[in-house]
């Protein structure tokens, strides 16, 4: 199945993370089914369409009756052409209620932080190859069988190979390969240990060529980021410099190419005016909102959504060059991310949390902070 998420539920006031994925349910009254989204927790629980709650017990007495199917019903579907030797298979074995139920297990397992059944193996085909006694094989084969069998082909990430090396090494010596495969030998068991070995050496030289093409990338606990949420002063701006300031619809006057502008607001409205006279009205709008307002309705540059970008980055540089005291509070905020929000930006320029926004202003506040560090 493929799982989408992140996803959560709410219960006595905690997030419980969650995934989804597609089924087929039986309608109550039609003969027909249709899609419907299966959600599961980190805690166990399992609901359809959010409303009708289960645990895994549930869910299997739900396959069970039919009241949904991991594959729509076709009475007039061929029948399946019959299997090849399953040495000789090429794709994943049939997704069963069974193996499904497994693999739901392995999500709720994941969602909540615990080892699944493919991380199980892992560490048994690392405890093997660190001891390869009959005891320990026994053990990897327990642990292999564990996965859910329409999941084994990828438990090595090999398209070429797919589980072929571990169906190997989780068969003694003299049997057969998935009962129609090669006896298996010491020379195949060996083969199949020197490649995982190959495989560590191939994956530690990636990860020291990734640390080195990534040498420069930030290390350590991220700080939190800064909100600069919009707030109304009926009473004027506080008289003690804060975050407020770092928004646009604050007041710092500065010159920006020959012009003036009360706000980053003002110069990015006007700035954005075809007419020369549309661009004067909106600098002397009494505040902000006003100008904002203006602008909105005035006709913009034919140029406006290529170059809004630039021209948003320049009246920042303006504004804090101009004023050194906010430049001092930018720098303050550190290494911060930082998340512009409010209600009259647009979301291309304003962050939205889960459902979305650019945050260009957040991000461009953050590279004119980097330029102001270097100086």
Same mark, same amino acid.
Request: net charge negative; aromatic share 10%.
């Given at each position: 199945?493929?799982?989408?998420?992140?996803?959560?539920?709410?219960?006595?006031?905690?997030?419980?993370?969650?995934?989804?994925?597609?089924?087929?349910?039986?309608?109550?009254?039609?003969?027909?089914?249709?899609?419907?989204?299966?959600?599961?927790?980190?805690?166990?629980?399992?609901?359809?369409?959010?409303?009708?709650?289960?645990?895994?017990?549930?869910?299997?007495?739900?396959?069970?009756?039919?009241?949904?199917?991991?594959?729509?019903?076709?009475?007039?579907?061929?029948?399946?052409?019959?299997?090849?030797?399953?040495?000789?298979?090429?794709?994943?074995?049939?997704?069963?209620?069974?193996?499904?139920?497994?693999?739901?297990?392995?999500?709720?397992?994941?969602?909540?932080?615990?080892?699944?059944?493919?991380?199980?193996?892992?560490?048994?085909?690392?405890?093997?190859?660190?001891?390869?006694?009959?005891?320990?094989?026994?053990?990897?084969?327990?642990?292999?069988?564990?996965?859910?069998?329409?999941?084994?082909?990828?438990?090595?990430?090999?398209?070429?190979?797919?589980?072929?090396?571990?169906?190997?090494?989780?068969?003694?010596?003299?049997?057969?390969?998935?009962?129609?495969?090669?006896?298996?030998?010491?020379?195949?068991?060996?083969? *199949?240990?020197?490649?995982? =070995?190959?495989? %560590?050496?191939?994956? &530690? @030289? !990636?990860?020291?060529? +990734? #640390?080195?093409?990534?040498?420069?990338?930030?290390?350590?606990?991220?700080?939190?980021?800064?909100?600069?949420?919009?707030?109304?002063?009926?009473?004027?701006?506080?008289?003690?410099?804060?975050?407020?300031?770092?928004?646009?619809?604050?007041?710092?006057?500065?010159?920006?190419?020959?012009?003036?502008?009360?706000?980053?607001?003002?110069?990015?409205?006007?700035? *954005?005016?075809?007419?020369? =006279?549309?661009? %004067?009205?909106?600098? &002397? @709008? !009494?505040?902000?909102? +006003? #100008?904002?307002?203006?602008?909105?309705?005035?006709?913009?540059?034919?140029?406006?959504?290529?170059?809004?970008?630039?021209?948003?980055?320049?009246?920042?540089?303006?504004?804090?060059?101009?004023?050194?005291?906010?430049?001092?509070?930018?720098?303050?905020?550190?290494?911060?991310?930082?998340?512009?929000?409010?209600?009259?930006?647009?979301?291309?320029?304003?962050?939205?949390?889960?459902?979305?926004?650019?945050?260009?202003?957040?991000?461009?506040?953050?590279?004119?902070?980097?330029?102001?560090?270097?100086?």
């Amino acid at each position: 199945m493929t799982w989408h998420g992140p996803t959560f539920r709410i219960s006595d006031g905690e997030n419980i993370d969650g995934a989804w994925c597609l089924v087929w349910r039986k309608h109550d009254w039609l003969d027909e089914q249709y899609p419907e989204h299966l959600f599961v927790y980190a805690d166990g629980r399992i609901s359809l369409d959010r409303f009708e709650a289960t645990d895994l017990a549930g869910l299997g007495r739900w396959l069970a009756s039919g009241k949904i199917a991991l594959h729509r019903d076709r009475p007039d579907a061929p029948d399946p052409s019959p299997a090849p030797p399953k040495w000789e298979q090429r794709y994943p074995e049939p997704c069963t209620d069974e193996t499904f139920l497994a693999e739901v297990a392995d999500e709720i397992a994941r969602l909540a932080g615990r080892p699944r059944a493919a991380d199980r193996c892992w560490d048994a085909i690392r405890a093997y190859r660190a001891e390869p006694t009959e005891g320990r094989r026994a053990a990897l084969r327990d642990a292999y069988l564990a996965v859910p069998a329409h999941l084994r082909v990828f438990m090595l990430g090999d398209m070429d190979l797919q589980d072929r090396p571990l169906r190997i090494l989780v068969t003694a010596l003299g049997e057969r390969v998935d009962g129609d495969g090669p006896e298996v030998t010491e020379r195949m068991h060996q083969d *199949s240990l020197d490649y995982f =070995a190959r495989t %560590d050496t191939a994956v &530690a @030289a !990636a990860r020291e060529r +990734e #640390a080195v093409l990534h040498a420069d990338d930030p290390t350590g606990t991220p700080q939190p980021p800064v909100v600069l949420t919009q707030t109304m002063y009926p009473g004027g701006w506080p008289d003690r410099l804060g975050d407020f300031a770092l928004r646009n619809d604050y007041e710092a006057p500065f010159s920006h190419r020959g012009e003036t502008y009360p706000t980053v607001v003002h110069g990015y409205w006007a700035l *954005s005016a075809a007419d020369r =006279a549309d661009h %004067d009205l909106i600098r &002397a @709008a !009494a505040t902000a909102d +006003e #100008a904002r307002e203006l602008g909105g309705r005035a006709v913009r540059r034919a140029d406006w959504p290529a170059v809004r970008l630039a021209v948003m980055a320049g009246l920042l540089r303006a504004k804090f060059d101009q004023h050194p005291e906010l430049a001092e509070l930018l720098l303050g905020t550190g290494q911060a991310g930082i998340l512009y929000t409010g209600f009259h930006d647009s979301p291309y320029w304003r962050d939205e949390g889960p459902r979305g926004g650019r945050n260009w202003t957040g991000r461009l506040l953050e590279l004119i902070r980097s330029e102001l560090a270097v100086r």
